[in-house]
């Protein structure tokens, strides 16, 4: 596609359910992260992915949250038993092989998260 | 802790003035990069400076990034009423291949 894809762009669901998110990046970027944020707040770092290296897990909240990317493309964050402190925009972002140290990220345009 | 940290929160003027918004930062960085935020959704890039250049700029937008106060600054000349916006400053430190953003620095141009 011309650009990272979220889905769905909102989502409401009850509290102690599961959800899913999805993100589809830039053909060929071998790189992608997941972000958080909340109300006016900056964007938390939640995982990234390395081509076929083991993601970098380190700041996923806690064990309610995963993350897998099949295939080198595709990623979904899993939120299990959600609770209204998960309400947030989650954005994915996705970066040439260089990676954001040297080039730009491109992000989607979020998934709208509301826990009631 | 984050990285890096902009200021001021928030920034109003009209249209025509300058704006003028930092970032600062507390570990060795090998680039820094700014993006720009509309309504709480995607980011969008904006500009990247490496840690060996001092000034860029990009059509309106001039960066500056002094390495010895770790911090750099956004100027936005010529303001409209369309860069009303959120901008993150982002860095990642070291060998990390993940960048950083503050809380950033809410812009409102009144026409």
């Known amino acids: 596609g011309a650009g990272v894809s979220q889905s769905p762009s909102n989502k409401v669901t009850e509290k102690g359910k599961d959800v899913e998110l999805r993100c589809d990046p830039i053909?060929?970027?071998?790189?992608l992260y997941w972000y958080r944020q909340s109300l006016g707040q900056g964007l938390e770092f939640l995982i990234y992915?390395?081509?076929?290296?083991?993601?970098?897990k380190s700041g996923l909240p806690s064990d309610r949250f995963s993350a897998e990317r099949t295939g080198g493309s595709v990623s979904t964050l899993t939120i299990q038993r959600t609770q209204q402190e998960d309400s947030a925009v989650y954005l994915c972002?996705?970066?040439?092989?260089?990676?954001?140290?040297?080039?730009?990220?491109?992000f989607g345009q979020g998934t709208r998260l509301t826990v009631v | 802790s984050q990285q890096g940290e902009e200021d001021p929160q928030a920034l109003s003027i009209q249209e025509g003035e300058n704006a003028t918004m930092n970032c600062s930062y507390k570990?060795?960085?090998?680039?820094l990069q700014w993006y720009r935020q509309n309504s709480g959704r995607g980011l969008v890039h904006l500009i990247l400076?490496?840690?060996?250049?001092r000034e860029k700029h990009s059509g309106r937008l001039r960066v500056t990034l002094d390495t010895s106060k770790k911090s750099s600054s956004l100027l936005i000349t010529a303001s409209r009423a369309a860069d009303t916006a959120s901008y993150f400053c982002?860095?990642?430190?070291?060998?990390?291949?993940?960048?950083?953003f503050g809380r950033g620095t809410s812009l409102i141009v009144h026409p």
């Open positions: 972002a996705s970066t040439h092989p260089g990676g954001l140290m040297n080039t730009e990220a491109f």
């Open positions: 400076i490496r840690s060996n250049e």
């Open positions: 053909s060929g970027h071998t790189a």
């Open positions: 982002a860095t990642a430190s070291g060998g990390s291949y993940i960048p950083t």
């Open positions: 992915f390395q081509g076929n290296s083991a993601p970098d």
């Open positions: 570990t060795s960085i090998n680039n």
